[in-house]
């Protein structure tokens, strides 16, 4: 690429000497390189004499070629150098389900506006299976709760409340004040299957409050959880980003905030440390941050979040 680069530059000054001063290098040296391209190509270029140079009928034939890929060859350096945030870039990521359904709709609309070269899709899953994707290369980044894996560069995003469903009737949604783990002793809590790190979260929650983890239900869904908790007895536990979307989509659907240590769903962004999108990914980070501050402010005057 360096040889076609002095190549076009004696060809436009028609000078060796103007060509070096332009390209910053030694007259010696560019007159070195124009030689070793003549060699690899098979033909002379130049026709020099010692008061002109001029190009060739293969030179003249070769030229526009050789403009044009310079052309390409800046073209490329260019879009390189800002892939790393806006220009024509595709990712896939992996996020748990209420990330899923109740954050990357408005997330992917946020990209639109602040990064509109930046395409996005999202698959769904557990935290330890997207882990797996991220590491096998499936996935650009991942959103999940905890993995035990260590193979993965980590930045703590957000953590969302947990929120209790049941029946209208059931003592438990008889108030809107926050509810304590008292409020659920010797009751039975539903919740995601095991390989979703919610489903630690809630079972630690009940040994503490004497309640018991409901193994009646071993899925993905949320939407599950919500129907078998309002046909009793169970008590339905619930991540903030669904109950709370859910909440405000259907009046009639009640939820109350659960108060308690460890009450709380920590969300991280994942990505493989050998990444080369270091700065895209501290960007995305940031915005996803912004995106959540921004939905806790909208829900703030109508729940306790």
């Not at 870039?89 to 602040?114: C, D, K, N, T, W």
């Not at 008292?182 to 919740?191: E, F, I």
């Amino acid at each position: 690429m360096r040889q076609i680069e002095y190549f076009v530059a004696v060809a436009e000054t028609q000078s060796f000497g103007a060509a070096a001063q332009s390209l910053a290098v030694t007259q010696p040296s560019l007159s070195k390189q124009i030689q070793a391209l003549e060699a690899d190509l098979g033909v002379v270029l130049f026709e020099r004499t010692s008061r002109r140079v001029s190009l060739t009928p293969q030179g003249r034939a070769l030229l526009p070629d050789a403009q044009r890929v310079l052309r390409q060859a800046r073209r490329f350096r260019n879009k390189a150098r800002s892939l790393g945030f806006d220009t024509d870039i595709r990712l896939v990521a992996g996020v748990l389900p209420s990330i899923g359904a109740y954050f990357m709709p408005r997330m992917i609309e946020r990209l639109r506006q602040e990064m509109p070269g930046l395409k996005l899709s999202f698959v769904e899953g557990s935290s330890s299976e997207l882990a797996r994707q991220l590491v096998q290369g499936e996935l650009d980044f991942v959103l999940a709760s905890e993995t035990d894996r260590t193979d993965l560069a980590r930045r703590d995003l957000f953590t969302e409340t947990l929120w209790l469903c049941s029946t209208p009737e059931d003592p438990v949604m008889q108030s809107d004040a926050p509810a304590t783990l008292s409020d659920l002793k010797g009751r039975t809590l539903l919740t995601l299957s095991p390989e979703f790190h919610l489903n630690a979260i809630v079972a630690r929650l009940a040994a503490q409050a004497g309640a018991t983890l409901s193994t009646e239900y071993r899925g993905a869904s949320l939407d599950a959880i919500r129907q078998i908790a309002a046909n009793g007895p169970e008590v339905g536990v619930l991540p903030s980003l669904y109950a709370l979307g859910e909440a405000i989509r259907d009046p009639h659907f009640k939820v109350r905030r659960l108060l308690g240590y460890d009450a709380e769903h920590p969300v991280v962004f994942y990505t493989r440390t050998s990444s080369p999108l270091q700065a895209l990914n501290a960007r995305l980070a940031d915005i996803i941050i912004l995106e959540k501050q921004a939905i806790r402010a909208e829900r703030a005057p109508q729940f306790q979040v």
